[in-house]
């Protein structure tokens, strides 16, 4: 009996380490989901600000050719 239980606390003992294991494991896996949403979100800001900065310039494109054009009928008009 003696044995046996020597047997079952080593098993035990094993078992405990192999959990803090698993959990250390576990815990590295989170961080690292935790750092790839934060760099995703990072991602998703930067091409919210591109996408902001494009349309400015889009309009930008658009008052210009308005104005050309504007130019062009009253050179159109002069002549």
Do not use: F, I, Q, R
Not at 11 to 37: L, V
Not at 43 to 71: E, P, Q, V, W, Y
């Amino acid at each position: 009996a003696s044995a046996a239980d020597s047997s079952a606390k080593v098993a035990s003992t094993s078992a405990s380490a192999a959990n803090s294991s698993a959990n250390k494991a576990d815990s590295s896996a989170t961080a690292a989901s935790n750092s790839a949403s934060a760099a995703d979100s990072s991602a998703t800001a930067a091409n919210s600000s591109a996408n902001a900065a494009d349309s400015s310039a889009t309009k930008a494109g658009s008052s210009a050719t308005a104005a050309s054009n504007s130019a062009s009928a009253a050179d159109s008009s002069a002549t």
